[in-house]
C-alpha cells in the first residue's frame, strides 16, 4: 500500500487520467455531430437525449480532466471520472453482448476505434489509478 500511496506515483497518476480526459473532450467537443453519431449507434439512450448528452459529455470531461491534472479537488473528479469509465464500462458490455461492430467513439471521430474486450480492458484498466486517487488523493504539485 505504501507503493500506491506514493506522491510521485499518484501524480503520474493524474497526469495520465487528466490527459487522457482532457484529449477525449477536446476531440468530441471539435466534432460534436461525429460524436453524437457514435452515442446513437451504441442504441441506449432515446433519441431525445442523444444530443444533449454528446454535448454535456465532452465537456464534463474536459474539465474533470482539467481540474485532475492540475490537482484541485482530485479524489471529487477521480470519483467523476470513475463514473464516466464505469459508464463506457457499461456501454460497451451491452453492445458486445448484442453483437454491435460499431466505433467506440471514445476519442470522438478521431481515432474510429470498434468496441471490443481490448477497449473494454483498457477501460477497467484505467479505473484503477482512479480508485488509487480518490482513496490517497493527491496533493503534490496542485494549483491552490
Known amino acids: 500500500m505504501r507503493l500506491l500511496s ?23 467537443i471539435s466534432s460534436p455531430t461525429g460524436f453524437s453519431d457514435a452515442v446513437l449507434n451504441y442504441k441506449l439512450l432515446p433519441d431525445i437525449f442523444i444530443n444533449f448528452f ?11 480532466g482539467l481540474l485532475l491534472l492540475f490537482g484541485i479537488a482530485v479524489k471529487e473528479n477521480s470519483l467523476i471520472i470513475n463514473s464516466l469509465l464505469l459508464i463506457f ?23 474510429g476505434t ?10 477497467i484498466i484505467l479505473l484503477l489509478p482512479g480508485f488509487f486517487l480518490m482513496k490517497f488523493s493527491s496533493n503534490f504539485l496542485v494549483l491552490k
Open 6 to 28: 506514493n506522491k510521485y506515483l499518484l501524480f503520474i497518476f493524474r497526469l495520465i487520467l487528466g490527459f487522457i480526459f482532457i484529449y477525449s473532450g477536446i476531440e468530441k
Open 54 to 64: 454528446a454535448i454535456i459529455l465532452p465537456w464534463i470531461e474536459l474539465i474533470a
Open 89 to 111: 464500462i457499461i456501454a460497451i458490455s451491452i453492445s458486445l453482448i448484442r453483437g454491435l461492430n460499431i466505433d467506440c467513439g471514445c476519442f470522438g471521430t478521431s481515432g
Open 114 to 123: 470498434k468496441i471490443g474486450i481490448t477497449k473494454l480492458i483498457e477501460n
